[in-house]
């Protein structure tokens, strides 16, 4: 019979994940076929963040992961489909589980980077984003590659667990993980993991920071409509920059479980963190940016069978299949007019 713990956190995760699923799937769609061409050079950064976050998602919801440090051993507990296969393909997807949550991770710095460029120079092309996209995702396939490399025999890991918490039910859990973490394998995904945090962290606040005192020193001259897409800016902004924070849990977890104690809560906490940032990201782009918010609340009216307003009919019109008439108050608004204003 599974523990009340495990009950809450599998629950949880297989909500989150499917909810995730939808959301990025959504966002993906009008990042495809509903955005004016006047932003689709940061589609391409809604379209990373939208593939990278469903799949992050998506691979959660099939391993369903307990994460165990057992000393220098590192175990993982899978309660997901996979475990209808075996321990060595939970193993594999959970290797391109935490690949994905890291990528997403550098493309939440990259997106922040990509606001304040703008608001001194053009807007990239999506040749350069695209680029720009391949090059953070470096560190994240060498990650997913190296750790390969760090499967070792579920056998010995579930005795080594065994021995170390007798009180764990494990005789028929699916297991797998690494015996020794600081092997090259595996310790390079830790540091990938654990460490770039920080960094990123506090550079994405200080980006946001910059940002802000751009556009409040930029107010006076800009017309009502910028105003109105600055306002939305820096609500996404602020949005964006809590989210994560939510990665930051999973490490403070991890770090409690390898250097002090250990307990089913942080164990499964650990993973949980990371499954809160792909969840909460495509909100931003569902909230914040205001015709992805018209499109989706047009979708809801027509459902329950109210009509939608007027106004709204001629903006989702010209943004069908990628039309180019309107510039839509968005998360990210070109620097052109900022700049003609100044």
């Known amino acids: 019979m599974i523990d009340p713990i495990?009950?809450?956190?599998?629950?949880?995760?297989?909500?989150?994940?499917?909810?995730?699923?939808?959301?990025?799937?959504?966002?993906?769609?009008?990042?495809l076929f509903r955005t004016p061409k006047t932003i689709a050079a940061y589609t391409t950064i809604l379209i990373n963040f939208a593939v990278t976050d469903f799949l992050a998602c998506f691979t959660d919801f099939f391993i369903q992961m307990r994460h165990i440090p057992a000393g220098f051993t590192m175990a993982y507990m899978s309660r997901g489909l996979c475990t209808l296969v075996g321990p060595h393909f939970c193993y594999f997807i959970y290797s391109i589980n935490i690949?994905?949550?890291?990528?997403g991770l550098w493309s939440l710095l990259l997106g922040f980077s990509y606001r304040y460029y703008i608001l001194f120079h053009p807007a990239p092309t999506r040749k350069m984003l695209i680029i720009a996209i391949m090059l953070i995702s470096i560190p994240s396939l060498i990650q997913m590659v190296t750790f390969l490399w760090a499967d070792d025999d579920p056998v010995e890991i579930k005795r080594i667990l065994m021995d170390r918490f007798p009180d764990y039910e494990l005789q028929n859990a699916t297991v797998c993980g690494t015996i020794h973490i600081l092997e090259f394998s595996a310790l390079f995904t830790i540091l990938h993991m654990t460490c770039p945090i920080t960094p990123v962290y506090i550079t994405i606040w200080i980006l946001r920071k910059k940002i802000i005192?751009?556009?409040?020193?930029?107010?006076?001259?800009?017309?009502?409509?910028?105003?109105?897409?600055?306002?939305q800016l820096l609500k996404a902004l602020t949005w964006q920059a809590l989210i994560p924070g939510f990665y930051g849990m999973s490490i403070v977890s991890y770090v409690i479980g390898q250097f002090f104690f250990n307990h089913p809560v942080f164990e499964y906490t650990t993973l949980t963190g990371f499954l809160f940032m792909p969840v909460l990201s495509p909100l931003s782009c569902l909230i914040f940016i205001q015709i992805y918010r018209k499109r989706v609340l047009s979708w809801w009216y027509t459902i329950i069978g109210k009509p939608i307003p007027e106004e709204w009919i001629s903006v989702l019109?010209?943004?069908?299949?990628?039309?180019?008439?309107?510039?839509?108050?968005?998360?990210?608004?070109h620097s052109s007019e900022t700049k003609s204003k100044h």
């Open 6 to 31: 495990s009950l809450f956190f599998l629950t949880f995760h297989t909500f989150a994940a499917v909810v995730g699923c939808a959301l990025n799937g959504i966002v993906l769609f009008l990042a």
């Open 99 to 103: 690949s994905l949550v890291a990528h």
């Open 213 to 231: 005192q751009k556009l409040v020193s930029n107010s006076k001259d800009m017309s009502a409509k910028t105003k109105e897409m600055h306002k």
């Open 317 to 333: 019109n010209t943004t069908k299949m990628g039309a180019t008439t309107v510039a839509p108050s968005s998360v990210a608004p």
